[in-house]
């Protein structure tokens, strides 16, 4: 029962700071798939998709930008060992 009651109270103060660490990657995962009307408009909840979602960001992102292009990428991608040069 002591343990019990000391692991609640250990995770009930650990909860705010988990809700503050994750809610970022949250936003930017909603957002993400969200049209731009939608991004910019001001009505209802900010966390529902009410036109549905969209892949039109992540299109852009890989064929409009330099993100998914070239030897850059595939460099980072590469393990550490492999991009140190002896």
């Known amino acids: ?6 692991h609640a109270l250990i995770y009930t103060g650990l909860a705010p700071f988990l809700v503050i660490a994750l809610f ?10 969200k049209h731009e009307r939608e991004l910019y408009s001001m009505r ?3 966390f529902w998709l009410y ?3 969209t892949l039109k960001h992540f299109h852009l992102l890989f064929t409009q ?3 998914g292009a070239g030897s850059s990428t595939r460099r980072w ?3 550490s ?6």
């Open 65 to 67: 930008t330099w993100f």
């Open 1 to 6: 029962m002591r343990t019990t009651t000391r």
């Open 51 to 53: 036109e549905g979602p």
């Open 44 to 46: 209802g909840v900010p």
């Open 77 to 79: 991608c590469r393990p």
């Open 81 to 86: 060992w492999s991009r140190s040069r002896w």
């Open 24 to 33: 970022p990657v949250l936003w930017m995962a909603i957002t993400a798939f």
